[in-house]
């Protein structure tokens, strides 16, 4: 799962909203947006997510300095716990938006991201 988990916090609500970017398009103005946001928002729409039993894997890395990692990772995995989902958190090392992006071989070669894939 993508990390940014809040659009609050990244890409923040004007970089939704913002053209030509629209990095997510819910065909709403800012305040439109601003004012409805718990009903788009990842992060505040998890029950039916975790009702549905799906495990969730969230690899971040630890330089990450662009996506906020308390209020996107921990704050999902935490409001996921409470509604009775599985969410777990591997931190990788190094990697961040000054390292490759928000990509690697560190993400692709997670020991946790292929046991979580086998089922382990």
Not at 104 to 110: A, N, T
């Amino acid at each position: 799962m993508w990390p940014a988990t809040d659009f609050r916090t990244y890409p923040t609500l004007p970089g939704v909203v913002a053209v030509p970017a629209r990095v997510l398009d819910y065909g709403l103005t800012l305040e439109e947006l601003d004012r409805r946001s718990t009903e788009f928002n990842p992060v505040d729409n998890l029950a039916l997510l975790a009702k549905a039993g799906a495990k969730i894997l969230h690899l971040h890395g630890d330089a990450d300095t662009l996506v906020p990692t308390g209020a996107n990772t921990t704050e999902f995995a935490r409001r996921y716990g409470d509604r009775g989902g599985d969410a777990q958190i591997v931190f990788l090392k190094g990697l961040g938006p000054m390292k490759r992006g928000h990509d690697g071989p560190e993400l692709y070669e997670s020991a946790a991201l292929l046991s979580f894939l086998l089922g382990g």
